[in-house]
């Protein structure tokens, strides 16, 4: 066995080993962020048990550092927290904030989709433009990659090319696909809100 041949087999082996280490820190403190979320909760929620009167200070953060979000009020996230997999119902709420709006009325409460947004159609059509966006935009990020149709166009492709595209494009590509995932998941808890009793 060669130097060469060693440390390249070395550092492969360091490499997975990296890998592998990361992976499982990353596991590790997403349990330990689930642990502490349940905690916090878990003293927030007993605290406005105990202490019927709160502050509206600490309520509203208390509220807002259990939805992880600082845009939300302490309205929508009690009214949250009373919905079925209430957990689900906050992250989705989180997610598609730029579509819904929450409505508390001396009837009751309800989260709903702002009035630009409230047309199935107008939301269909912008999940459809925004994978439009995402293909695309993802296509021209790699299209350096593929040589053969751009040396038709008499264009050499090179690596500062492709780092050039990709910067830009991948980006806005990731960007687009977020956005349709936002609406994706607004969905859902406004189709639960018609169908809760």
């Given amino acids: 066995m060669t130097l060469e041949t060693f440390l ?3 550092s492969l082996i360091a490499g997975a080993f990296a890998l592998w280490k990361i992976v499982v820190e990353v596991g590790a403190g997403r349990r330990s962020r689930f642990r502490d979320e349940y905690k916090f909760a878990r003293e927030f929620l ?5 202490t019927p009167q709160m502050h509206p200070f600490l309520l509203q ?7 992880g979000d600082n845009r939300l009020s302490a309205q929508t996230v009690e009214y949250l927290l009373t919905l079925p997999e209430s957990a689900r119902a906050l992250r989705f709420y989180v997610m598609g ?3 819904l709006q929450h409505t508390a009325t001396a009837v009751g409460s309800q989260v709903s989709f702002k009035r630009k947004y409230a047309s199935h159609g107008v ?5 459809v433009a925004y994978l439009a966006a995402y293909g695309l935009f993802y296509a021209l990020g790699a299209a350096p990659l593929f040589s053969f149709p ?16 990709a910067l830009f494009c991948w980006p806005m590509a990731a960007l687009s696909l977020w956005s349709g995932i936002r609406i ?10 018609l169908a809760r009793p």
């Fill in 8 to 10: 390249k087999l070395f």
């Fill in 123 to 127: 939301r269909v059509t912008r999940k």
């Fill in 97 to 99: 904030l730029p579509y």
């Fill in 150 to 165: 751009l040396s038709l166009l008499g264009i050499t492709p090179s690596p500062s090319l492709f780092f050039t595209t």
């Fill in 184 to 193: 994706t998941a607004a969905e859902p808890l406004v189709g639960a809100q």
């Fill in 61 to 67: 953060k208390g509220y807002q550092a259990l939805a």
């Fill in 46 to 50: 007993d605290d406005i048990r105990k």
